[in-house]
């Protein structure tokens, strides 16, 4: 099992598109492309009751595994595009939410 840091990722997902001569230029496309991989996924869940979709995530894990290594993918694309360190950012996000709801049980 591959096992990277954000930072890893990042890098090697720059490296890429600098190899298949892909702009890291911003790119309004990046956008509808994660807006596209989250509509694919959420449409096999949609207006379904919580066991139903229990069921499906487990029939359709490659569907849903597929689906977020695209996420991810597109994620590390657009924070090259908009010159943001992903590994930093997901530090500031989870230390915020962790902050915010400590003590807090979902």
């Known amino acids: 099992m ?3 840091k954000i930072s890893e990722a990042q890098k090697i997902i720059k490296e890429f598109a600098e190899k298949n001569n892909w702009s890291d230029d ?3 496309d990046k956008f509808d492309h994660v807006h596209e991989e989250l509509l694919e996924m959420s449409k096999h869940l949609r207006y ?6 229990k069921r499906i995530i487990k029939e359709k894990s ?3 595994e597929d689906g977020i290594g695209d996420l991810l993918f597109v994620i590390l694309r657009l924070s090259n595009q908009l010159n943001v ?3 930093k950012a997901f530090k500031l996000v ?3 939410i962790q902050k915010r709801y400590e003590g807090v049980r979902e």
Do not use: G, H, Q, W
């Open 85 to 87: 360190d992903a590994e």
């Open 94 to 96: 989870k230390d915020s």
């Open 2 to 4: 591959l096992k990277l």
């Open 26 to 28: 911003p790119n309004i």
């Open 62 to 64: 490659d569907v849903f």
């Open 48 to 53: 379904k009751e919580l066991e139903e979709r």
